[in-house]
């Protein structure tokens, strides 16, 4: 069983930056495809973005298109997501998920350990 807990969390005025953390434990990082998802109060979780085991590969929902960057470092069992330009609708709590599938995923089913989330608030 993978064990995920995120960081970096907080609040941040629009426009500004914010790069979530998330450390694995329990199993083999470098076999995992990783990904973010997010929950806003009163909707559904949402993908955000995954990245491939080796780092070739990411894939990005279009409203994280262009402001966010997800990068792992499989030697610190770590994954990141660099948040830019943030904007009030991206308010909500932030989720870490592994998948030991194979592929880009981007729904919440194919993946098997989520981490407790953590919390991002854009206001002014």
């Known amino acids: 069983q993978v064990q995920l807990v995120e960081s970096g969390g907080g609040l941040v005025q629009p426009g500004g930056s914010l790069r979530l953390s998330c450390a694995a434990s329990?199993?083999?990082?470098?076999?995992?495809?990783m990904g973010w998802f997010r929950q806003a109060p009163g909707k559904e979780r949402e993908f955000v973005a995954v990245i491939s085991r080796s780092s070739i590969g990411t894939n990005y929902a279009d409203s994280a298109k262009g402001r966010f960057t997800i990068s792992r470092d499989n030697a610190k069992n770590t994954v990141h997501l660099q948040m830019n330009n943030l904007k009030p609708e991206d308010t909500a709590i932030y989720y870490c998920?592994?998948?030991?599938?194979?592929?880009?995923?981007?729904?919440?089913?194919?993946?098997?350990?989520w981490g407790q989330g953590t919390q991002v608030t854009v206001s002014s």
């Open positions: 329990g199993h083999t990082f470098s076999s995992l495809i």
């Open positions: 998920a592994s998948s030991a599938g194979i592929g880009l995923r981007s729904r919440t089913v194919d993946f098997n350990s």
